[in-house]
């Protein structure tokens, strides 16, 4: 299975600064169809997860656009601008490349 | 808008039998590969089972091998996750997962005596 490493595993941010969250792959997530589906989820506390990102960089629908993805190949990053309190809740890279896996999630705290 | 709803969640004694239901709305649900995905109590997502869109490929992670079964149904537009001879470790929220993107809530499986 491909492992998934996400760091750090908690980040405290103060309302209105940026976080950004890491997602190092065992492997290439490119696929044979030339496309790479890292996604980026959301799970606020008590609540299931939400699909934020998807194939690297592109929004789901209704996601702010404080959040963006980037990265290539086995390295990608998660960024969330201007801090807001709803952001609050832990964050999981997803790969559905080769089957399913998931990272360890990053736990976004307000400082 | 895309929407997956589980059910058949509930409380079972080890060694019990249960099967979880997952129907899809605002999207067909053999247009994409699905999966079962589970939730421990404080704890991160685990992959439990997954199915190619035509259902002509199934994979389960190693600790539920020969216990749980994928299934679909696409006349209903349903996935389906039989569960056998459960274990105290199978306690979790299980969601239904499209790779479309779409999430269920979540039905909750507790194995307790």
């Known amino acids: 299975d491909i492992v998934l490493t996400q760091t750090p595993l908690s980040s405290p941010v103060t309302p209105g600064q940026s976080a950004s969250i890491s997602c190092r792959s065992s492997?290439?997530?490119?696929?044979?169809?030339?496309?790479?589906?890292l996604n980026w989820l959301q799970q606020r506390p008590g609540q299931p997860p939400r699909l934020l990102i998807y194939?690297?960089?592109k929004r789901f629908s209704g996601v702010p656009d404080r959040f963006s993805g980037s990265g290539a190949g086995t390295d990608f990053t998660l960024k969330i601008s201007r801090v807001e309190a709803e952001d609050v809740g832990v964050y999981y890279c997803m790969q559905v490349t080769q089957l399913l896996t998931f990272g360890g999630g990053t736990k976004v705290e307000i400082k | 808008e895309l929407q997956l709803v589980e059910s058949g969640g509930g409380l079972v004694q080890p060694g019990g039998s249960l099967r979880l239901s997952c129907t899809a709305s605002g999207f067909t649900l053999s247009s994409y590969w699905m999966s079962w995905v589970r939730q421990a109590p404080g704890k991160g997502l685990e992959r439990v089972a997954n199915?190619?869109?035509?259902?002509?490929?199934?994979y389960y992670v190693d600790s539920v091998k020969g216990r749980f079964t994928i299934s679909r149904d696409n006349a209903k537009n349903s996935m389906y996750l039989e569960m056998n001879s459960l274990r105290a470790e199978d306690t979790a929220v299980y969601y239904c997962?499209?790779?479309?993107?779409?999430w269920g809530q979540g039905t909750l499986v507790t194995v307790s005596s």
């Open positions: 194939e690297i960089s």
């Open positions: 997962v499209s790779h479309g993107g779409a």
């Open positions: 199915m190619k869109e035509d259902g002509s490929e199934k």
């Open positions: 492997q290439s997530l490119v696929h044979s169809d030339g496309n790479t589906y």
